[in-house]
């Protein structure tokens, strides 16, 4: 993996931040705010062959790099409680929801290695600039509750991307909803739900199906929140998709934060800047630890396109 310039790589996640500050504190519509931010590393799939040693493997180097740079940690009670979900994706057979920027991603919670009722279904809208993601409504329609009082716009940063990039960054705006019932599988149902999936051009009856034909396993644990000062926290997430493939499986381990855009908050220089430096310093720590990143539905695209 080529090593990047870190001098470069932080001052191109200040100009984002300081752009999502322009975003999220100058709009006069509160709908239409940046309201977080998430930082993605993609980690080797050599070191989670278990994935529970894993976390925890890399959840002591997070925390040494964290008292070597002067951030607090608070670490929950329970720190390794797993979670497991079923994560899958829809488009048509041409993949012409892709091709708009569009997915459609569905969730089932697993307990006890049981599969728990309902699902949670996700329309994510994705754009390199902001501007452009905002220019999307993805409110749901009438007689439909959604998952989250407010729709997100989130800024997601891939580092070290494989695209030969020091970060790739773009904007997604997104809503869930909780279902009791899958919808048919088809471009109508979920128009019915999200009207600006209706305004695309493509049939309604348009069948969906699976991306790839294959869901990812996904095991994740919450250990804690970075204290970046200021009242900044990251809320940690790290994951591993097991994905089947017709020579065994694909593991995918991500370490992430993410931290809202409280209305009105403008967190001090040092926060911001002990937070967009951390993960540089995390992946210097430990370089073999960390590969070349992507988005993780990228590649179930990709495993799609190689069968």
């Not at 002990?274 to 179930?300: H, M, N, S, Y």
Request: charged residues 30%.
């Amino acid at each position: 993996m080529k090593k990047k310039s870190k001098s470069i790589l932080i001052n191109k996640t200040l100009l984002l931040i300081l752009f999502s500050f322009l975003i999220g504190n100058c709009s006069t519509d509160r709908d239409k705010q940046l309201n977080s931010s998430e930082y993605k590393l993609l980690l080797s799939a050599d070191k989670f062959d278990n994935p529970l040693i894993g976390f925890k493997n890399y959840w002591e180097i997070v925390k040494k790099v964290a008292k070597n740079h002067n951030i607090s940690v608070v670490e929950k009670t329970n720190p390794f409680t797993l979670k497991h979900k079923e994560v899958s994706f829809f488009d048509t057979e041409q993949r012409e929801l892709r091709k708009a920027g569009f997915l459609i991603r569905q969730k089932v919670k697993y307990e006890n290695g049981n599969k728990k009722p309902g699902f949670e279904y996700g329309v994510k809208y994705r754009q390199t600039e902001p501007e452009n993601a905002l220019a999307v409504d993805l409110s749901l329609n009438t007689g439909y509750t959604p998952k989250d009082e407010t729709i997100e716009l989130e800024s997601d940063i891939v580092y070290f991307s494989r695209n030969g990039e020091t970060n790739e960054t773009t904007y997604s705006v997104s809503n869930s909803i909780l279902l009791d019932e899958a919808p048919e599988m088809r471009l109508g149902s979920f128009a019915d739900i999200y009207p600006a999936l209706g305004k695309l051009g493509i049939p309604e009856t348009a069948p969906l199906t699976k991306v790839a034909g294959v869901s990812a396993d996904e095991w994740m644990v919450v250990p804690g929140k970075l204290d970046f000062g200021d009242g900044l926290f990251g809320r940690v997430d790290m994951t591993v998709w097991i994905i089947p493939t017709q020579d065994g499986e694909l593991r995918i381990p991500e370490f992430s934060f993410d931290h809202p855009f409280l209305d009105g908050k403008q967190y001090d220089k040092d926060a911001m800047r002990r937070c967009t430096e951390f993960i540089v310093k995390l992946q210097q720590f430990e370089p073999d630890w960390v590969i070349e990143g992507a988005l993780k539905a990228a590649f179930l695209f990709e495993l799609e396109e190689g069968k």
